[in-house]
């Protein structure tokens, strides 16, 4: 059997089926719940443009939850972890919470899709900045120091924070704060601890190899999500990987758990495929106890809104791999 290609709640519906679904006599009182995002439709290029409502959207509501730090963690790259980073962080953001984006990824791809897709307020040096602050005094910068290195993304139809990152956060800046902090696991966790009253979410986006930055990233988290690509070379040594998060969670007593697995790049509708998505789920989320799993469809709007440097709901709102990703924001947020 191969993976399904599509389950009814990903089909888009328009304001008249809402109608019919909802049980509402006038179109128009649909209309004004979505102009109102009392239902929450696709973004649309125009305000002419007709309404597409995931099948999903119509019984999610918002929580009242507290901030939650999220790290998104694999170490092979090229599985599509800062993807669903990037996109994670401004799917919340366009469903109305406060998201803070910290990038701890060396390569600043997450930086880099977001900044030059839209406006930001000012020019930070983000984490090379506080690090070698921490490195020169070996004191954790105030909140108000660190508020000055965060930079406000304005995009088309959300906003996010980002905490920008650096080609060399690692070799350089961690490795200068070493000979000053003898806790710097906590450095991450202590300065982000100081923003939970500011933001629903802290998405991290680590590196793709166990370093110290990755290991500042979990330690500094509640919960992990796994990025993953159904495929031998991205399977293989998961579990080792696994066993190495659990391994730096155990440092603590109040460690995150794996919440989540993604599967991105799934070609629908394949055996080949199908059996590494059931490896995924069936297995290894189930030995280590993962409850949550998703897939994002191997669609080429991520290549396009990469090279174009937007976010997927910006670039191609109606685009599998969109709906997708917004689907897992809704379940990050519905935990």
Known sequence: MGIEKESNMFRLLNAKEVNNRLNINREATTIKKLKNREIIALPRR????KWNIPI???????????CEIIAIANNKGGVGKTTDSTNIAYSLAYIGKKVLLVDLDNSTGAFMDLVKGGEYIGVRNGLKHIFNEIAETGKIMSKEDIKNEIMKI?????????????????????????NKIKT??????RM????REDYDYIIVDTPPC?????IMGIIASDKVIIASSPNKLSTDGMMNFINSIQSIQNQLEDNAEISMMIANQVELNTRTQSKFVSLLKDYICVQHNIKNFAIVPKDIAVQ??????KPLLEYSPTSNAAIYLLYIATLIEGE
Do not use: C, W
């Open 56 to 66: 999903f959207m119509l019984d999610f509501k918002l929580s009242k939850k507290p």
């Open 46 to 49: 125009t305000k002419r443009a």
């Open 184 to 189: 710097i696991d906590l450095v991450l966790k």
């Open 154 to 178: 304005e995009l088309q139809h959300a906003s996010l924070d980002i905490l920008a990152g650096d080609l060399d956060l690692e070799d350089l800046y961690i490795s200068k704060m070493e």
């Open 304 to 309: 396009e809104s990469q090279e174009n440097t």
């Open 210 to 214: 166990v370093n110290k930055s990755l």
């Open 192 to 195: 982000l601890n100081q923003f």
